[in-house]
């Protein structure tokens, strides 16, 4: 075992030295998280096993390019290592990951030889060299693990999309959740289309005209879109699914209480002018506790569609904050001055990371996820994590060797995450005992992650739970 993680710490110091070469900025006090690269491509892959070979064509597609993106994340720290010069240049490794995901569509899925190819020469060329284009884009903000991770993540939600769009287009949905996953699939890509364009056109940075595009896509294309995908009005859809049933408008009522508790943390601390610590930011962990405990017990879909369109919101704010629009622009600047966690640099991406951490099991597209699946996000960084940053600021007296971490706030995020599973299981929300007795070693392995990683938690911890 020691052999192994010396040939690691060789391969990582190797990468780094390589990226510095090339003046691609690495996130500041931070390792490379190689292992982090690799989890989206094999939770993917995986999600071909767990719907025991009755899966939809979105899952299909999704852990067919999972195989794809794990070779390409090889492909990727392969050229990282052994590159010298022009790191980011496309290189011939990366044809690799292009034609086994080609192949994979064209053979297993049977797609078109075009549709093949073009797939596979994205995930290939995205998975690698998009990876490095990210990093350069945006540097210091990512560790080349967390880059491939959010990366890896993009190309699974726009093969997803273009899988679904169009089927969508022949077969309008009838379920609440398959029209959920429309509705905030052409929203994402609406807000990745308005952050293409301001990116490209800076006279779109001016309030005027940022504010109108914002409304006028919305108005003019995302709407009549909807409308045809899903052959009825989608805001018409939103309102009526919302306040069908009490429970819904019960839930939203306690989400909006939630909401508001939060604005006036925020307020109180940009009023303050005090640069907010961990266990301030921990509190923030716990309203999103406090949001996601009934929404999956209760209204898991309804959870699913609010979380959506929160991260759709959440990137068009901060894309106001970067672009500095006015009014909101320097309002957000000041709050992200006062809130910014130590890892984030230019971007606001802590918040981000924690909404896709707490996310990512109602994201997944696989059909029948166990409750227990689900509460991965919000046991691993809402409740383990948060009681870890509380003792062991309070109690850690006795350190891990060489980590700033303490024993006593990892004991705290086992105990906490196994009570949190026991209340589930002695209520009956959890009645698979073989499914219960896996959480045990999940839960002390993914403690002692969090422990020793220099890795965005938010982000790390959940793909690791899921």
């Known amino acids: 075992m020691e052999m192994v993680f010396t040939i690691y710490e060789n391969i990582e110091r190797k990468v780094l030295e390589n990226l510095k070469k090339n003046n691609i900025k690495h996130r500041s006090k931070a390792s490379s998280g190689l292992w982090l690269g690799s989890l989206i491509g094999i939770g993917a892959a995986l999600t071909l096993l767990r719907e025991d070979n009755s899966y939809s064509e979105i899952c299909f597609i999704v852990g067919l390019t999972g195989f794809g993106l794990i070779v390409s994340c090889s492909c990727l ?120 364009l301001c990116k490209n056109f800076p006279i779109l940075h001016s309030a005027r005209c940022f504010y109108t595009l914002v409304f ?55 009023l303050s002018s005090t640069r907010a610590t961990t266990s301030i930011r921990k509190y923030f962990h716990i309203l999103a506790v406090l949001v996601y405990i009934p929404g999956i017990l209760f209204e898991p879909t309804l959870l699913y569609l609010s979380s959506g369109v929160i991260m759709g919101i959440f990137c068009v704010v901060e894309l106001t904050r970067i672009l500095k629009v006015s009014p909101l622009g320097d309002i957000l600047q000041r709050g992200f001055a006062i809130l910014v966690d130590d890892k984030d640099n230019l971007i606001s991406l802590t918040p981000l990371y924690l909404l896709c951490g707490l996310s990512l099991p109602l994201w997944m597209p696989a059909n029948n996820v166990s409750t227990l699946v689900l509460f991965s996000g919000v046991l691993t960084v809402g409740i383990g994590d948060t009681a870890a940053s509380f003792v062991g600021s309070k109690w850690g007296k006795h350190k891990w060797p060489g980590l700033d971490k303490s024993m006593e706030g990892t004991l705290a995020c086992i105990i906490s995450q196994l009570g949190v599973i026991f209340i589930l299981a002695y209520t009956r929300y959890i009645d698979d005992q073989l499914l219960l007795l896996r959480s045990i070693p999940s839960v002390i392995v993914v403690s002692f992650v969090e422990a020793k990683t220099d890795q965005i938690d938010n982000l790390a911890l959940p793909l690791l739970m899921t």
Not at 81 to 107: C, E, R, T, V
Not at 219 to 234: I, K, S, T
Not at 247 to 257: D, E, F, K, Q
């Open 77 to 196: 720290y392969v050229r990282l290592f052994i590159g010298k010069n022009a790191i980011k240049d496309f290189h011939a490794i990366y044809f690799l990951p292009s034609i086994i995901a080609s192949m994979l569509f064209l053979l297993v899925a049977n797609k078109g030889l075009l549709t093949s190819v073009t797939w596979g020469l994205s995930v290939g060329s995205l998975g690698t060299w998009g990876v490095l284009q990210l990093m350069s884009n945006f540097p210091g903000c990512f560790t080349i693990g967390e880059a491939t991770t959010v990366t890896h993540g993009s190309i699974l939600f726009l093969l997803s999309a273009m899988t679904n769009i169009p089927l969508r287009y022949h077969l309008p949905p009838i379920h609440d959740e398959d029209i959920a996953t429309i509705i905030l699939q052409i929203g994402i890509l609406y807000v990745l289309s308005i952050g293409g």
């Open 216 to 270: 006028c896509i919305f108005l003019l294309l995302v709407v009549p879109l909807l409308q045809v995908l899903l052959d009825q009005n989608p805001i018409t859809w939103m309102l009526f699914y919302i306040f069908g049933t009490q429970r819904r408008v019960a839930l939203m009522i306690y989400w909006a209480m939630c909401l508001l508790l939060s604005i006036f943390v925020i307020t109180f601390q940009v």
